[in-house]
């Protein structure tokens, strides 16, 4: 099939190259002119595996393409696949603004039966809008579906590869034996569903704040398991072990961030007030996830008091492993409360630094961990990047100021790092101190000096 894929950010790019590598042919096209000209000349990297070849390779192949003429893109086109952003609007409601320029654009351009389909994530009922907003704009004979994306930052072609399942939106069976064609490559693994266009919105929604309820879940009792010994990793073990409840998204964590599920939940609670119904639940899991992502400075305070002139090394930025989007991370949270107490940050990670540096352009932005860590009251860990997991202590040990690890991650063995000198919070489990039961004994050695 001819495909044009308007808007090649993270979802279209994906969507855009493995599409073109089962030999549909596909014209991805994007208003931002410096992204198209990196793509265009291969002159790009991404963190998803896979991504950066795959895209070269069929390029090469002359199957896919980029492109900043969007009109020309969607009047070659028989399927036009809408992944354009939905971002969170200063009023906390999804601004739909460029998905209906998108939309306004593919209107005035389509040529013959075209299939569009809406695969950003929108608000109910925004699939029947824009149908609507379209059929006022043309003759041309077309239909519209919902096909919302899926796919996991660090492993979004593998997820586009081996779906757990393919959400197929469809108010008319001609647009889902369409998307029936497209995707019969990729439902091996999982079901193609057939649900209306509300539905299938909904249940872009209902996931995210399904995988953000489990998250502010489990961070509720990590607090509990730190104060009665208990171990938030086995909890997390045994109860997902439960074949009714499954393990994933059960890890206590430093709260949960990027680009979607933050927005996603807001918006889901923003629908459902704008229907009279209650959304206490859903304000829960964010408040309980600010809360999370907001008691990482206190942690270190109970430690180490105040924080002035002490340098703190923040590693992981990145708001999970696998992806440089620091969007909402729990270490935009902790640097920016860090520089308002007057520390001093020093911060590194293999992927976000460029990302955080547009935040806080001010700060350290290390070469490594050990450069980070040297002269460093405290070393707080925030994403769980394998790089990280395999820090070696021992050298840490002799370029810290004082052995402190604060760990949102619990990607250490405590007994490990107690025998190094080291005192050792992690999020879910009881701290190891050096002198165990008292936070206080973990003073920086400037203080021990004077
Ligand atoms: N990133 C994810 O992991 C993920 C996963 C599932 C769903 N989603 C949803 O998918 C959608 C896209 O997300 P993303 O992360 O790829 O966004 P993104 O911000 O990375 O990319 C969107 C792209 O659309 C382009 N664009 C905007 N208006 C345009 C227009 N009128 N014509 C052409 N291009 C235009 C932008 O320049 C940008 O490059 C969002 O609704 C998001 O919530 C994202």
């Given at each position: 099939?001819?495909l044009s894929i308007i808007g090649t950010g993270?979802v279209g790019?994906?969507t ?11 014209r991805c096209a994007d208003i931002d ?34 492109t900043t003429d969007t009109p020309a893109a969607v009047a070659g086109s028989e399927v036009v696949i809408l992944c354009v952003e939905t971002p969170q609007g200063e009023d906390?409601k999804p601004d739909l603004e460029r998905i209906r320029a998108a939309a306004q654009t593919i209107a005035e351009n389509i040529k013959g039966f075209t299939l569009i389909v809406v695969k950003s994530t929108v608000p109910v009922g925004t699939t029947e809008t824009l149908r609507k907003l379209i059929s006022a704009c043309t003759e041309e004979p077309f239909t519209i579906a919902c096909n919302p994306e ?17 959400v197929a939106g469809c108010d008319d069976e001609r647009s889902f034996?369409l998307l029936?064609?497209l ?12 649900v209306d266009t509300r539905t299938a919105e909904l249940i872009k929604y ?57 927005k996603d939940?807001?918006a889901?609670?923003d629908t459902?007030?704008e229907h ?175």
């Amino acid at each position: 099939m001819k495909l044009s894929i308007i808007g090649t950010g993270n979802v279209g790019l994906v969507t855009g190259a493995c599409f073109s590598a089962q030999g549909h042919e596909v014209r991805c096209a994007d208003i931002d002119a410096e992204k198209v000209d990196r793509l265009q000349r291969l002159e790009f990297h991404s963190e998803e595996p896979g991504l950066t070849d795959l895209v070269a390779r069929n390029v090469e192949a002359g199957r896919l393409s980029f492109t900043t003429d969007t009109p020309a893109a969607v009047a070659g086109s028989e399927v036009v696949i809408l992944c354009v952003e939905t971002p969170q609007g200063e009023d906390g409601k999804p601004d739909l603004e460029r998905i209906r320029a998108a939309a306004q654009t593919i209107a005035e351009n389509i040529k013959g039966f075209t299939l569009i389909v809406v695969k950003s994530t929108v608000p109910v009922g925004t699939t029947e809008t824009l149908r609507k907003l379209i059929s006022a704009c043309t003759e041309e004979p077309f239909t519209i579906a919902c096909n919302p994306e899926f796919l996991k930052a660090g492993s979004a072609v593998e997820d586009f590869r081996e779906p757990d399942r393919v959400v197929a939106g469809c108010d008319d069976e001609r647009s889902f034996e369409l998307l029936r064609e497209l995707y019969q490559d990729f439902t091996g693994s999982g079901p193609l569903l057939k649900v209306d266009t509300r539905t299938a919105e909904l249940i872009k929604y209902a996931s995210n704040a399904m995988l953000a309820c489990r998250i502010s879940f489990m961070n509720s009792l990590a607090g509990l398991c730190e104060q009665l010994g208990a171990d938030a990793g086995e909890l997390a073990r045994g109860v997902g072990l439960d074949s009714r409840i499954g393990p994933g998204a059960l890890a206590a964590s430093p709260g949960y961030g990027g680009s979607c599920l933050p927005k996603d939940i807001r918006a889901l609670i923003d629908t459902l007030k704008e229907h009279g119904l209650d959304a206490r639940l859903f304000e829960a899991i964010d408040s309980v996830n600010e809360s999370q992502k907001a008691s990482h400075i206190e942690r270190l305070r109970s430690f180490l008091g105040d924080l002035r002139d002490r340098r703190i090394a923040v590693l992981g930025l990145s708001f999970k492993a696998g992806s440089a989007d620091t969007a909402n991370s729990a270490a935009v949270r902790l640097i920016g409360q860090l520089i308002e107490e007057g520390a001093e940050v020093a911060a590194w990670d293999p992927a976000a630094m460029e990302n955080m540096r547009r935040v806080f352009p001010d700060i350290e932005y290390s070469r490594d961990p050990y450069e980070a860590s040297r002269g460093a009251s405290a070393i707080v860990i925030l994403t769980e990047w394998d790089s990280l997991r395999k820090l070696d202590f021992q050298t840490l040990g002799g370029l810290v100021s004082n052995k402190l690890v604060l760990d949102g991650r619990g990607l250490f063995d405590p007994e490990v790092l107690l025998a190094l000198g080291f005192s050792y919070s992690a999020v879910g489990r009881p701290p190891t101190l050096l002198e165990p039961g008292c936070p206080e004994n973990a003073v920086d050695s400037r203080d021990s000096e004077s």
